[in-house]
């Protein structure tokens, strides 16, 4: 009787140092998402700072393509409006990122303002800045990947339940804006 005491108890120490370590595993993951999100959303923030100068500086070249530039400097407004789920955020990102990809093949339509230092600098920037967010964006990718298999695998699960951990979403290209393909571009020169 003492010897099926002695395993019971057993079994319930290492039961709970279980619980315990996968508990402590899944805080540590949930919290290196928040990070890289916080990574991610930095770099964003660095991409909406560059906008302005970008419509700005390629405006004063080609004026008549104003609805090019009124729809990034919307799309901008809308990406720094509220904070969203990487889900929910995705979807914007894209089309502000290509808006600018329009606002750079409006400014390869005058070839003094790509010889512009100034031009050259913001590009130079933006290409950084679009390396940065797909870099922090693989990082916190990964972290949620990290995150949900835990959240989804077996035994953790049973903990990730009991503490009402859900999966977390990626930052992913909406399938419908990927599928549309780069927006049109009409540099005919006509308002």
Known sequence: MEAVLLVAAG????TAVAWLLTYNRLVRLRNHIDESWHNVDTELQRRYDL?????????????HERAVFESVTTLRTQAMAEKRPPDAQAPIEQALGQGVA???????????????????ELQRALVDTEDRIQ???????????????????FPSMLVANAMHYETRPFFEIDRAVRDAGPPAVDVSGTP
């Open 135 to 153: 870099v922090a964006r693989r990082i916190y990718n990964a972290n949620v990947r990290a995150f949900n298999t835990m959240v989804q695998s």
């Open 11 to 14: 079994v319930a120490v290492l």
């Open 102 to 120: 329009q606002v750079m093949a409006v400014a390869e339509q005058y070839p003094d303002l790509e010889a512009s230092e100034q031009f050259l």
């Open 51 to 63: 906008v302005p100068n970008l419509v700005e500086t390629v405006k004063g070249y080609a004026a």
